[in-house]
C-alpha cells in the first residue's frame, strides 16, 4: 500500500507528455483535417496536369453498332423486282412475232430449198419456238438472280470500327489548357503553402500562451507565498498588539485575491492545453508538458527587425495565389481565342460492317482502312467568342487589381509587424529593467519590515510592484515572440 502512494507521483510525472515546438507544430501539421484536404486537392491537380498532357498524343477508340431497321434498303424498285424475272418471257412473245413475219417474207428459192432439206414451216417454227423458250427460261434466270443479288437485306445491321485522332493544330486550345493545368496545380501548392502557414502560426500562438500562463502560474503561485508569509507576520504582530485586526483583513483581502489570480491562471493554462492539444491533433484531455515551461527567460535574444518587402513578395502564398488567378484568366483568353481559330485533325482507322458493299451485297463481315485531315473553320458565331474573350479580358484587370491591392496591404502588414518587432523588444527592456527595481524595492520593503520601520502597507505595495513588474516581463517576453511569429507569416517565411 505505501508502495503504490510513493509510485503515485511518478507514474503521474510519467504520463505527461513533453512537448517542443518543432513536435507540436509536426503533429498539427499531420493530423490537420483541412491541411489533408489541401494535400489532396494539390494530387487532384497534378493528376489533372497529366490528363492535359495527354491531349498531344494520339487517342485510340473503338465503337461498335448493332442496328435494327423494319424495312431493308432497296435499289430496286418493286415494278423493277417484278419486271426483272419476267425477262425472258416477254423478249420469247416478241422473238416469236418477229420470227412469224420473218418465214412470210423469206424467197421461194430459200423455202423451196428448205423443203427439199425436209424442213416445213411448220418444222422451222417448231424449232425456233423452241429456241426461243429456252432462251426465255435463261433470260428470266438471269433477271432473277440480278434481283436476288441486288437483294440488300439491311434490316439487321452490324458495324464496328477502331478509330486513331491525332491533333494537329487547335488554334492553340490544347497549349492555354496545358498552362491553365500547371497553374492549377501550383495554385494547390500554393494553397497547401497558405494552410500550412496557418495552421503554423496558430500552433505557435497556442504554445507561447500555454508557456505564458505557465510562467504565471508559477508567479501567482510565488506571489501567494509572499502575501501569506506577510499575513503570518501580520497575524503575529496582533498577537502581540502592535497591529490591529482591520490590518489583519486587509492583507488577508490581498491573500484571497492572490489565490484567486492564481485560480484563474490555472483555470486558463487548462483551457489554452486544451486548445493546444485540439491544434496538434492529441485528446484535449491529454496531459501534455512544454519544453519551454522550465525555462527561466522565455527570450534569450531579441534581434530588431527590418521589412522587408521584396522577401514578402517572393514568398507570401496570398500574393502567389493572386498572381496565379491572373496567369489563369489570360490562359482562360487564349483558351477562348481558339474557337475562331481553324481546327486540324489527323483521323484514321479500320471499319468492319455486316453486310457490307465492298463486294457487291455480302452478309458477311469485312472491313476497309481509312486515312484523312478534318480541318474546321468556324465562320460566323455571331460575336460568340469575341465577348467571351472580353470578359475574360475584364477578368484579368480585375485580378491585376486585386494583386496590386494585396502588395499594398502586405507592405502595409509587414510594416506594422516589424513595428510590433521592435516595440516588444523594447517593452522587453524595459520590463528587464524594471524588475531589477522591483526586486531591491521588495527587498528593502522586507528588511524595513522586520526593522519596524516600515509598514505592512509599504510591504504590500512593494509585493504587487515585484508581481506586476514580473508579469509585465512575461507579457514582454511571449510578445517578442508572438511578433515575431506574426512578422514571419507577414513576411511568407514562416515553415
Known amino acids: 500500500?505505501?508502495?503504490?502512494?510513493?509510485?503515485?507521483?511518478?507514474?503521474?510525472?510519467?504520463?505527461?507528455?513533453?512537448?517542443?515546438?518543432?513536435s507540436c507544430r509536426a503533429m498539427a501539421l499531420r493530423n490537420n483535417k483541412q491541411m489533408g484536404v489541401a494535400m489532396t486537392k494539390q494530387e487532384v491537380a497534378a493528376d489533372k496536369r497529366k490528363s492535359a498532357r495527354t491531349q498531344y498524343l494520339p487517342h485510340v477508340s473503338a465503337l461498335g453498332t448493332y442496328q435494327y431497321t423494319s424495312k431493308p434498303i432497296s435499289l430496286l424498285n418493286d415494278e423493277q423486282k417484278a419486271s426483272f424475272p419476267q425477262l425472258g418471257t416477254n423478249l420469247a412473245g416478241t422473238l416469236q412475232q418477229n420470227l412469224a413475219g420473218t418465214l412470210s417474207q423469206l424467197?421461194?428459192?430459200?423455202?423451196?430449198?428448205?423443203?427439199?432439206?425436209?424442213?416445213?414451216?411448220?418444222?422451222?417454227?417448231?424449232?425456233?419456238a423452241q429456241g426461243i423458250n429456252g432462251l426465255a427460261t435463261a433470260l428470266n434466270g438471269v433477271g432473277q438472280g440480278f434481283v436476288d443479288a441486288l437483294d440488300t437485306d439491311t434490316r439487321n445491321l452490324f458495324?464496328?470500327?477502331?478509330?486513331?485522332?491525332?491533333?494537329?493544330?487547335?488554334?492553340?486550345?490544347i497549349k492555354a489548357a496545358n498552362k491553365i493545368a500547371d497553374i492549377n496545380e501550383e495554385m494547390a501548392a500554393n494553397s497547401l503553402d497558405s494552410r500550412r502557414q496557418s495552421i503554423l502560426f496558430n500552433v505557435d500562438n497556442a504554445y507561447w500562451q500555454v508557456v505564458s500562463l505557465t510562467h504565471k502560474q508559477k508567479l501567482a503561485e510565488s506571489f501567494l507565498e509572499l502575501v501569506k508569509k506577510l499575513n503570518g507576520d501580520v497575524e503575529k504582530m496582533i498577537k502581540q498588539g502592535v497591529a490591529t485586526k482591520g490590518d489583519g483583513l486587509s492583507v488577508a483581502v490581498k491573500v484571497n485575491e492572490a489565490e484567486m489570480a492564481l485560480t484563474q491562471v490555472k483555470d486558463g493554462?487548462?483551457?489554452?492545453?486544451?486548445?493546444?492539444?485540439?491544434?496538434?491533433?492529441?485528446?484535449?484531455?491529454?496531459?501534455?508538458?512544454l519544453a519551454d515551461e522550465e525555462s527561466e527567460n522565455i527570450v534569450v535574444l531579441a534581434q530588431t527587425a527590418q521589412p522587408d518587402m521584396l522577401l514578402a513578395a517572393q514568398n507570401r502564398p496570398e500574393l502567389k495565389l493572386l498572381q496565379n488567378t491572373v496567369d489563369l484568366t489570360e490562359q482562360t483568353t487564349n483558351l477562348l481565342k481558339a474557337g475562331n481559330l481553324p481546327q486540324v485533325l489527323l483521323s484514321g482507322g479500320y471499319a468492319v460492317m455486316n453486310p457490307n458493299t465492298f463486294n457487291g451485297f455480302e452478309r458477311k463481315f469485312s472491313g476497309v482502312w481509312n486515312l484523312g485531315v478534318v480541318m474546321r473553320i468556324p465562320i460566323w458565331n455571331w460575336g460568340d467568342v469575341k465577348y467571351k474573350v472580353r470578359a475574360s479580358k475584364g477578368a484579368t484587370t480585375i485580378a491585376n487589381m486585386e494583386l496590386a491591392d494585396a502588395r499594398e496591404m502586405i507592405e502595409l502588414?509587414?510594416?506594422?509587424?516589424?513595428f510590433r518587432v521592435n516595440e516588444a523588444i523594447k517593452k522587453l527592456e524595459m520590463a528587464n529593467a524594471n524588475i531589477a527595481n522591483?526586486?531591491?524595492?521588495?527587498?528593502?520593503?522586507?528588511?524595513?519590515?522586520?526593522?519596524?520601520?516600515?509598514?505592512?502597507?509599504?510591504?504590500?505595495e512593494a509585493q504587487t510592484a515585484w508581481q506586476q513588474a514580473q508579469s509585465q516581463k512575461i507579457d514582454a517576453e511571449i510578445g517578442v515572440k508572438l511578433s515575431q511569429v506574426e512578422l514571419q507569416k507577414a513576411l511568407g517565411v514562416l515553415k
Do not use: W
Not at 10 to 16: E, I, K, N, V
Not at 270 to 277: E, H, R
Not at 413 to 418: C, D, L, M, R, T
Open 1 to 22: 500500500m505505501m508502495l503504490g502512494l510513493l509510485l503515485l507521483p511518478t507514474l503521474g510525472c510519467q504520463a505527461q507528455r513533453l512537448l517542443t515546438l518543432d
Open 107 to 128: 424467197p421461194p428459192q430459200t423455202i423451196q430449198a428448205l423443203q427439199q432439206m425436209g424442213l416445213s414451216n411448220e418444222a422451222i417454227s417448231q424449232l425456233a
Open 159 to 173: 458495324a464496328g470500327a477502331i478509330m486513331v485522332n491525332q491533333p494537329l493544330y487547335m488554334g492553340g486550345a
Open 269 to 289: 493554462l487548462v483551457l489554452s492545453k486544451m486548445l493546444l492539444c485540439q491544434l496538434c491533433g492529441l485528446p484535449v484531455s491529454e496531459q501534455v508538458k
Open 413 to 418: 502588414q509587414v510594416n506594422q509587424s516589424s
Open 438 to 460: 522591483a526586486n531591491e524595492n521588495l527587498r528593502m520593503a522586507n528588511l524595513g519590515f522586520k526593522e519596524g520601520t516600515v509598514s505592512y502597507t509599504t510591504v504590500m
